[in-house]
């Protein structure tokens, strides 16, 4: 999934190991919060990574699919960090290959036999030399098929699904002394809480917008979809452990966080005075947060976009203006086919209400043509639905058989042909509406928190608060600061800005 809002595509979401260093500044940015992290303290000490002869361990990590996955990479490389390895940039100077994986499609799913066959290259030519190379598959590839993985490929010494990788130091060191290890239980304990928090030094090193899981799994079960087999039932991370990390995240530099879920509107939790809070009261609470200046979540489904949610998009400034709401098909008969529990028109009244709340407020979308059964008219109704929403952006995938889900046994499967030509038809549609979102940018001031280098040295790239790149003149500010600009041309995939005297 190259190139979904879910993707390893974010500003953040480069190596989650990258060295680049960012020294964020940030003027509200005054209250340092280093509140000892008790289970922290408790978290069992592995083996030292250390190897004979006192050199560092090296590990390098590939990280495929949603941003869940970057950030459980970024925590299972905290893990790593405090057990002694060192992080690397290239599979040639690491000891330990730690990939984690996306099943969505399958071409996810195939693309790490392919990387583990040249693993296998790799590791054969240093055995013949007198070394080894370790390697973990972590993420949904690893939970959907377990010790198939060992099997195919025996290169791998460690598979470890998502719910277990506070077990990964101790996988490790289980394969060190020669056992092919496969833990893919969906354990009673948080994994998060048997962690280490993210150090400063490598908060810092990963920019000034970071990722905070704070919702995962998924009970909707529609009928295309791995996530609720390969993440397991919808959990919600309590509220102090959210606001914990928020804090932590905050006196390290970030100024925006990106609360994750692959249903992250459904969180809900205990608040203050004991009260249930939705995701709605959540950000609320962690807007007031100091130094934290920008929130947004994802992903969101339609039917757990409740009234405080919209009413916080209304309130709250520092709520950005876009909102991922993927609808995956206007045609309620595929709706209903795809389990998705809502119609076209249900999904049509609730943009309505967001507008309503929040006037300027981006939407993009996920879709999926070719479902079993989807007609040419099926396929008409969801490009009616695009024109009527009129999307920011979207991402739209061609439906892949995946093994295990309903979807895998209907009749009537799409011809290939077919699919590839409704999806040319509806990426020619939003690119369209994309383009025009950009070019009505043009003239409007916004803020810009300026997030990393551009491709020039007098350049920085910002995002403005609809998520788009954009570009502007170094000297405008540091790395951290939120600037006031003029959005003055559209690029391909960026805009241009300057400041507003
Ligand atoms: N939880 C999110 C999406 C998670 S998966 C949600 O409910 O929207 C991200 C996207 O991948 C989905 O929105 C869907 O559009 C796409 N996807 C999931 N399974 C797929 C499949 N079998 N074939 C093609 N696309 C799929
Ligand atoms: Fe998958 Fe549907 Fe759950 Fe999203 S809501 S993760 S598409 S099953
Ligand atoms: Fe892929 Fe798993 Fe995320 S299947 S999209 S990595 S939840």
């Known amino acids: 999934m190259a190139s979904t809002p879910h993707c390893a595509e974010h500003l953040n979401a480069e190596s989650p190991f990258s060295s680049q260093g960012f020294t964020a500044k940030s003027p509200r940015m005054t209250q340092a919060l280093l509140t000892p992290d008790a289970k922290l303290a408790a978290a069992p000490v592995v083996e030292a990574a250390a190897q004979p002869g006192g050199q560092s361990k090296k590990v390098f990590v590939k990280t495929y699919g949603c941003q869940m996955n970057v950030y459980d990479s970024e925590r299972m490389g905290d893990a790593l960090t405090r057990d002694g390895y060192e992080s690397v940039d290239s599979v040639e100077a690491a000891d330990l290959v730690l990939i984690n994986t996306c099943h969505i499609r399958e071409k996810a799913a195939e693309k790490v036999y392919s990387q583990l066959g040249r693993l296998a290259k790799l590791k054969k030519q240093r055995n013949a030399e007198g070394g080894d190379l370790m390697v973990a598959v972590a993420g949904c590839v690893a939970q959907a098929e377990g010790s198939e993985i060992l099997r195919r490929a025996p290169v791998v010494d460690v598979v470890i699904g998502p719910q277990t990788y506070h077990l990964l130091p101790e996988a490790l060191n289980r394969a060190r002394r020669g056992e092919r290890v496969v833990e893919t239980d969906f354990p009673a304990e948080d994994k998060f809480d048997g962690l280490p928090a993210a150090p400063e030094k490598s908060i810092r090193a990963r920019g000034v917008a970071a990722f905070l899981t704070v919702q995962e799994g998924c009970d909707k079960f529609c009928t295309f979809c791995v996530v609720p087999y390969t993440r397991g039932a919808e959990v919600s991370r309590p509220v102090d452990r959210i606001i914990l990390e928020a804090e932590r995240l905050a006196s390290a530099g970030v100024r925006e966080i990106t609360l994750l879920g692959q249903n992250v509107n459904a969180w809900h939790g205990k608040g203050a005075g004991d009260r249930e809070w939705g995701l709605g009261e959540l950000v609320r609470r962690l807007a007031q947060i100091n130094g934290i200046e920008r929130i947004r979540y994802t992903t969101s489904h339609p039917r757990d976009m409740d009234e405080a949610l919209i ?40 943009v309505e209400r967001i507008r309503a709340a929040r006037p300027d407020i981006a939407l993009s979308g996920d879709f999926i043509v070719g479902f079993p059964g989807e007609t040419d008219a099926d396929f008409e ?24 889900t309903p979807g895998a046994g209907m009749e009537d499967q799409v011809d290939e042909a077919v699919k590839s030509e409704r999806l040319a038809r509806l ?42 790149p954009v570009i502007v003149d170094a000297k405008l500010g540091e790395i951290g600061d939120i600037v006031r600009v003029r959005i003055t041309q559209p690029g391909t995939s960026s805009l241009f800005a300057e400041v507003v005297e």
């Open 311 to 350: 009413a916080a998009h209304r309130d709250l400034p520092e709520l950005m203006p876009y909102l991922h709401l993927p609808v995956q098909s206007g045609s309620d008969r595929i709706l209903k086919a795809m389990n998705r529990r809502h119609t076209a028109a249900d999904y049509l009244r609730l």
């Open 381 to 404: 109704d969801t490009m009616r639905l695009i024109a009527e929403v009129n999307y920011a952006a979207a991402f739209s995938f061609k439906y892949s058989i995946r093994p295990g």
């Open 427 to 468: 990426q020619d549609l939003i690119a369209q509406q994309t383009r025009a979102f950009g070019r009505d940018c043009v003239g409007k001031v916004v803020d810009l928190l300026l997030e990393k280098p551009g491709r020039n040295t007098d350049q920085l790239i910002g995002r403005s608060p609809w998520l788009q």
